[in-house]
Nanobody
Framework: QVQLVESGGGVVQPGGSLRLSCVAS????????MTWVRQAPGKGFEWVAY????????NYANSVKGRFTISRDNAKNTLYLQMTNLKPEDTAVYYC?????RGQGTQVTVSS
């Protein structure tokens, strides 16, 4: 079955950087649309970025455009989210998703 395991979260000061990873299994990762979503405290899920693995390519939410970069390593079945210039409003649990499936999430806290 589909398994997604995120890691790389932590506590960082405003302006800092983190790289999240998501190891995927149970499906054809290299040809699959993969998405990063997040959920801030007390709020609903927010789409952050996706990679279609095809001609449509990559897209970002306006709130993270220019600061976050989604990428993948198909040899390692791993999806990444490089986050730079982090802001307090980026504080959330971050999940990678494939269709309706998502992992357990990794907490990112941006605080001084």
């Amino acid at each position: 079955q589909v398994q997604l395991v995120e890691s790389g979260g932590g506590v960082v000061q405003p302006g800092g950087s983190l790289r999240l990873s998501c190891v995927a299994s149970g499906f054809s990762f290299s040809t699959s649309v993969m998405t990063w979503v997040r959920q801030a405290p007390g709020k609903g899920f927010e789409w952050v970025a996706y990679d279609t693995a095809g001609p449509v390519g990559i897209n970002y939410a306006n709130s993270v455009k220019g600061r976050f970069t989604i990428s993948r390593d198909n040899a390692k079945n791993t999806l990444y989210l490089q986050m730079t210039n982090l802001k307090p409003e980026d504080t959330a649990v971050y999940y990678c998703a494939h269709g309706q499936a998502r992992g357990q999430g990794t907490q990112v806290t941006v605080s001084s």
